[in-house]
Every structure is written in C-alpha cells, then in structure tokens.
C-alpha cells in the first residue's frame, strides 16, 4: 500500500516519475507528507545525499545513457534532462563521470 511506503520511498517515487521535470524539494515534501527539513535528513540518511543532489546525478546517469545510445547531439541531451545552459551541463557531467560529454561512445 502507498501509505506503507516510507517518506523517502515516496520522496523516490515521486523524483523518478518527475526526474525531468523542474521539481523544488517543497513540492517533493508536501507530496510525501513531510517538511522540508524532515524529508531533507530522512533522504540524505537513508539515500546517502540531498533530494537534489540525487535528481541531478539520476539526470546526468539519463544523460550519459542517451548519448551512449548516440540518437541526440550533447546539447539536445542538455536541454532534454533539463539544463538550458550547456556549460554547465558539462561541468556538472564532467565533475560526475570525469570526462567530458562529448566524450561519451568515443
């Protein structure tokens, strides 16, 4: 049943049925039932890092996965998992994977 399901059970289901979508942890925890603050230490306790930091490395695992398929230019994967700012995209892929984009199926 959904309301066995733990806040941070539901705080996941709910990032991975949103994953591009632009979504602020309140939305997450009004969704859940919780604070910010209460499904902010029960996620990073339980999962190991902020909601936020989870939907971003969860983009750039869904990034690297469709450029390895090779169907969409780096910067249509950009814009795709939600980054408008290119630069960024690849530094944040880059701080993730330790290479570059780019360099994905090369």
Do not use: M, W
Not at 24 to 43: D, H, N, P, W
Not at 73 to 100: C, M, P, R, T, W
């Amino acid at each position: 049943l959904e309301t066995d399901l733990t806040i941070t059970e539901k705080a996941l289901r709910f990032i991975e049925s949103h994953l591009f979508e632009t979504t602020y942890v309140e939305q997450i925890a009004k969704e859940c039932g919780a604070s910010v603050s209460t499904l902010t230490r029960r996620f990073k306790s339980e999962v190991g890092s902020t909601p936020f930091d989870y939907i971003r490395k969860r983009r750039l695992e869904e990034a690297h996965f469709l450029l390895k398929k090779g169907a969409h230019s780096v910067s249509e994967v950009a814009l795709l998992i939600g980054y408008d700012n290119f630069g960024s995209f690849s530094e944040s892929f880059k701080q993730n994977f330790g290479y570059s984009p780019s360099q994905v199926g090369k």
